[in-house]
């Protein structure tokens, strides 16, 4: 499940990074991770207006209709189909997979909405750092890094500003040290509980 808005940001027993942000090479955080999809899957399967259905069925009717499903719900269909090129998950295929790469282009079709009291646009900011340490494969390891390093804090509800989030990405694509990475998103930690 994912922490409410505004909850104290908790250390990971398994890793000793804050919670959520271990994934992928931590195996609790990616399951947290995970569940955040998982967990909106399973509120959404058990709504009853599926009976009769199986999850594939359903799984392949809401990947043909993205913009009409919360993005949680469309990456938890995904991954209950597998990719006809590659056997992966769909949308989880090595890069150059036309069907995954397809079918990761769609996800971001779903529906993202901000819950109470965050700043506007964290449930996407949410949305791209999960797809991204759920596809790790998929990036640098520097953009990794930052991803799964802001991910606790996205989701408490912060949001870097526009001027801090630039200055990440430049330190990201300029193929900065790890460390300076670490670094500022420390720093900007620090900020967000001060």
Not at 74 to 101: K, Q, Y
Request: hydrophobic share 40%.
């Amino acid at each position: 499940m994912r922490p409410e808005v505004g909850a104290a940001l908790h250390r990971c027993g398994a890793c000793g990074g804050y919670e959520y942000g271990g994934a992928p090479g931590c195996v609790r955080c990616q399951e947290l991770a995970d569940g955040i999809v998982e967990a909106e899957w399973q509120r959404f399967w058990h709504v009853g207006e599926w009976a009769g259905e199986s999850e594939a069925e359903v799984a392949r009717l809401v990947v043909a209709e993205p913009d009409q499903h919360d993005w949680r719900v469309v990456d938890a269909a995904m991954d209950r189909l597998t990719c006809g090129d590659c056997a992966n998950r769909l949308g989880s295929g090595p890069m150059g997979c036309a069907t995954c790469d397809r079918a990761h282009g769609f996800r971001y079709a779903a529906v993202e909405i901000d819950r109470p009291g965050v700043p506007l646009g964290n449930e996407h900011a949410i949305r791209v750092n999960v797809s991204v340490v759920r596809r790790p494969q998929m990036t640098s390891a520097n953009e990794l890094l930052a991803r799964r390093l802001l991910l606790p804090a996205l989701l408490m509800g912060f949001l870097p500003t526009a001027a801090e989030a630039h200055r990440m990405s430049a330190l990201i694509k300029n193929g900065a040290a790890a460390g300076r990475i670490v670094d500022l998103i420390d720093d900007w930690l620090r900020d967000c509980h001060s």
